[in-house]
């Protein structure tokens, strides 16, 4: 990375993207680069822009924040996406999740959480706690869950099984790695080729899968 990485803010509220704003170019290494009141805003922005990251209300008037996020995720190049909501119990949130976003944050964070998770997104690694995804699939996806298991499973090797159902108990790659006595880029290997398989963005989707899926129950 030859400089800081790029943020465009996404929200109605100018004093929610003021806060963001100032938390995020207090530090070297990020930038804000574009500032959008809606979710049509941010589209246009974005391929004009071309950020590393968009924090994406999604409650807004106009293109919400679901329908953008589906749309930027779909396409080429496509900026990693990082929710701001207001109850990190909620539906939209969730569905922007199923959309392509990388996760959430909540709205009244503190800056220094504002900075751990952004980084944290940017670098590919989870940003919420498993119990936070456990929680979202009990409420959304549960209740309306099919009882027969994913087909997509059968792509994946017993070994690639284990990595997945460890990842989306919420195990890093060092504990992944501890547990099944192996070394730690082999598992970022089996963790490179599990996303290939099953076409998923990043960690916090092969956590969604593996709940999803049948893999893994909540409370198992």
């Known amino acids: 990375m030859s400089g800081p990485y790029r943020i465009l803010l996404c929200d109605d509220q100018e004093l929610i993207r003021m806060g963001l704003r100032m938390v995020i170019d207090s530090q070297p290494d990020l ?35 679901l329908t953008a996020t589906r749309k930027l995720c779909a396409g080429p190049d496509a900026p990693k996406v990082l929710v701001v909501t207001t109850f990190d119990l909620d539906e939209y949130a969730y ?7 990388s ?8 800056g220094e959480e504002i900075l751990v998770t952004v980084r944290a997104v940017l670098r590919g690694d989870v940003m919420m706690g498993p119990s936070v995804i456990r929680r979202l699939v009990e409420r959304f996806v549960l209740p309306a869950a099919s009882t027969t298991p994913d087909e997509r499973l ?6 690639e099984r284990e990595v997945l159902t460890l ?4 195990l890093s790659n060092q504990e992944i790695a501890a547990r099944l006595f192996l070394g730690e880029t082999t598992v970022k290997t089996h963790l490179g080729r599990i996303l290939g398989k099953l076409e998923l963005r990043d960690r916090v989707h092969a956590v969604i899968f593996a709940y999803e899926s049948g893999l893994i129950r909540v409370g198992g």
Not at 95 to 101: E, F, H, K, Q, V
Not at 103 to 110: I, S
Not at 167 to 170: E, H, L, T
């Open 31 to 65: 930038a804000v680069v574009g500032e959008a009141a809606d979710g049509h805003a941010a589209l246009e922005l974005s391929t004009e822009l071309r950020p590393d990251l968009v924090l994406m209300d999604v409650r807004m008037p106009g293109v919400d924040g």
């Open 95 to 101: 569905g922007a999740l199923r959309a392509g976003a």
């Open 103 to 110: 996760g959430f944050l909540v709205k009244d964070a503190l």
């Open 154 to 159: 059968d792509l994946l090797t017993g070994r």
């Open 167 to 170: 990842v989306a108990r919420g």
